[in-house]
């Protein structure tokens, strides 16, 4: 069944897209990612624009999240003043990062960045995720061994403008989550994501917030982050596709339910190893890509009616 | 002097000895949500008053899409990756091209008349100056891929031509078509020279949602963006929502 989308301008199969929101739906209904890091690639693959499937990624990924972060407030695992603090970095860095994407939009380097941010991102977190599970499953099989972690002084305590956060049982300053909120609001808007996926470990390593708090906070600001990038890509270039973000979204909504249970099944350390190596394996794919001669030299871009 | 120019004008002026009278088996072609190309049936007769002349008459149809403005870049490599480097303005470009012809184009058409009615691809096609030494290599880059995608087609076997006098022809349209006029042209010729031509217009648009999303999004892009955020939550919401009762 094809579909003609009114602003990719491109005709491509419903089942096909409905098929590919529910892939990525339900590798982030088991990783708990937001899945935007997979679903902007493999729209540039069947054939839409760079420009739109970056917009519509963003579109896509507020629905994943707010189904994510509802699910969190229930348990009550979001520290929503972390969420507000982290998201006036995020808005920040979302406007600049909108702004930097024309320009290299009209100097045609745009899928070149985006490339790059995707290789050297994925490469980076894959690595890090795929060290840290392999250590955890090699220490399961030692006998269990109590780990302490005493009260740890972190650069985040020495820095002024000190804030509460109670949720997390933090008392640090503002300054290092309001820049990691602006990192993960310019990586939203050149690549599409909600940037959960570096969002995490920051939190984690970074500002030492705990692990149960930290996905649900995340998603939280994402919701927001991506919201204002979907809204500005709209009003900056007209990318947003909604009728490609209703069939990814339709699709993604499915398979996170589904991805969700297998994820229940799973042990943590394997799903974090499998997770890994599919960051690590969307990283090889892409920078092959940008390493091997590519067939065709030239490309096109269209700039408007002459 | 007087009696010399009207005897010039005379001479300028076309005899119209042929004339062509065609039709289309539609003149507009609707874009849905479930659009997956189309075809357009071109066919047509040739008038004439007095027995045909000497030479064999041929027929060229072509069709054309909305030009484009467009910049066409080359990849080089840079410090080990491969990077768009030199770029090209083309100023016009159909966004779809389609020849027909009885005969292959060099026998139909000389260069001249090629020229003056831009009729093959390459004539079609209008870059500025770029600087560039090898600008050619650019706009034969956008033949080749316009090609190779479908969007730039010349068959010059397409059109049939019955008794000097029936003609027709079919044009395939893609699913990724632009919106805009479409540009129908039937050109006579006889020994390389046109003889005769006839311009139709076939409008292709979007309609229904596609036509009122596509406005939207240009005309009202900040209530658009905020339409699919409406659209985005409401999914997210309805999704956690059904997924509770099924499980309750």
């Known amino acids: ?306 | 002097m007087i009696r010399l120019l009207a005897l010039l004008i005379l001479f300028a002026l076309p005899v119209r000895a042929e004339e062509v009278v065609a039709g289309l088996s539609q003149n507009r072609i609707a874009i849905t949500a479930s659009f997956s190309g189309s075809d357009i049936l071109v066919f047509g007769a040739v008038k004439r008053d007095t027995p045909a002349p000497e030479g064999p008459l041929q027929v060229i149809i072509t069709l054309q899409g909305p030009p484009l403005a467009v910049t066409v870049r080359r990849k080089d490599k840079v410090a080990g990756i491969w990077v768009n480097t030199d770029a090209v303005p083309v100023s016009s470009s159909p966004s779809f091209y389609a020849i027909a012809a009885t005969a292959p184009l060099r026998e139909v058409l000389t260069e001249t008349e090629d020229l003056r009615h831009a009729v093959s691809i390459p004539r079609a096609i209008r870059a500025v100056g770029s600087g560039l030494e090898d600008a050619g290599v650019f706009t034969d880059a956008l033949i080749r891929i316009r090609t190779d995608e479908g969007s730039y087609t010349l068959n010059e076997t397409g059109v049939e031509l019955a008794e000097e006098t029936l003609f027709r022809t079919r044009f395939i349209l893609p699913a990724n078509l632009t919106e805009g006029a479409y540009r129908t042209r039937i050109l006579l010729t006889r020994n390389g020279q046109v003889i005769d031509s006839h311009e139709t217009m076939v409008d292709v648009r979007k309609v229904g949602l596609e036509r009122w999303l596509f406005a939207l999004s240009r005309e009202q892009p900040l209530i658009y963006g905020l339409l699919s955020l409406v659209l985005a939550v409401t999914a997210g919401w309805a999704a956690s929502a059904a997924f509770r009762y099924i499980r309750s």
């Open chain 1, 1 to 306: 069944m094809q579909i003609y989308l009114p602003i990719a301008e491109v005709s491509v199969n419903a089942l096909l897209l409905f098929g590919l929101g529910g892939i990525v739906g339900l590798l982030s209904g088991m990783f708990g990612v937001g899945g935007g890091f997979l679903i902007t690639p493999l729209l540039f693959f069947i054939g839409v624009p760079p420009t739109v499937a970056v917009a519509t990624g963003a579109n896509q990924v507020v629905a994943s999240s707010v189904s994510g972060v509802l699910a969190h407030i229930r348990k009550r695992t979001v520290d929503f003043r972390m969420g507000w603090v982290l998201l006036a970095g995020g808005l920040i860095g979302s406007a600049l990062g909108i702004w930097v994407f024309n320009i290299l939009s009209a100097l045609g380097q745009i899928d070149l960045t985006v490339q790059l941010s995707y290789v050297l991102f994925l490469g980076f977190v894959g690595l890090l995720m795929f060290q840290e599970s392999l250590r955890s499953i090699l220490r399961s099989r030692q006998p269990a061994r109590k780990i302490t972690r005493r009260h740890q002084h972190l650069l985040v305590h020495r820095l002024p403008l000190k804030m509460k956060f109670r949720t997390s049982g933090l008392y640090i300053s503002v300054i290092p989550p309001i820049l990691v909120g602006m990192l993960v609001g310019v990586l939203a808007a050149i690549m599409g994501v909600g940037g959960g996926f570096i969002m995490v470990p920051a939190m984690i390593y970074l500002l030492g917030m705990p692990t149960k708090v930290v996905i649900g906070t995340s998603l939280f600001q994402i919701i927001f982050v991506t919201a204002f990038t979907t809204v500005m890509h709209a009003v900056t270039n007209q990318s947003v596709d909604m009728m490609l973000a209703l069939l990814l979204i339709l699709g993604g909504v499915v398979g996170a339910q589904f991805g969700t249970q297998i994820g229940a099944k799973l042990k943590a350390e394997q799903l974090r190893i499998l997770l890994a190596l599919l960051v690590l394996g969307v990283c090889g794919l892409l920078a092959l890509d940008l390493l091997l001669r590519p067939g065709e030299l030239y490309s096109i871009s269209v700039e408007g009616r002459a």
